[in-house]
């Protein structure tokens, strides 16, 4: 299986993928919305999970949201991450909270 975080994919096939443009890919990148990795020598590598965001992005502009009210879903979703984490190791604790 490939992970899903691994950088993979070059920004036109990233971009071809999430039905966007290569520009496009820039801008999110700009406002904080997207950074893929990046090689030795600074080639972005976009990742499954990149690809992923890029099209609920998309999905979150279509439906009207603009990009700063993007980047505070996103950043909610992240917060509701560690959260659900959080909960998850205090649950698989002894004298951590039951599950009901």
Do not use: C, W
């Not at 520009?23 to 972005?44: I, K, S, V």
Request: proline share 4%; aromatic share 4%.
């Amino acid at each position: 299986m490939i992970d899903p975080t691994r950088g993979v994919f070059a920004i036109s096939v990233a971009a071809e993928l999430a039905g966007t443009t290569v520009q496009n890919l820039h801008a999110y990148e700009r406002r904080g919305l997207l950074t893929p990795a990046r090689t030795d020598r600074g080639t972005r590598r976009y990742s499954q999970n990149d690809v992923d965001r890029l099209v609920d992005i998309r999905a979150m502009l279509e439906d009207g949201l603009n990009t700063a009210g993007i980047a505070r879903v996103i950043a909610l979703q992240a917060e509701v991450d560690r959260l659900t984490h959080e909960l998850d190791l205090l649950r698989d604790k002894p004298d951590g909270p039951s599950r009901t």
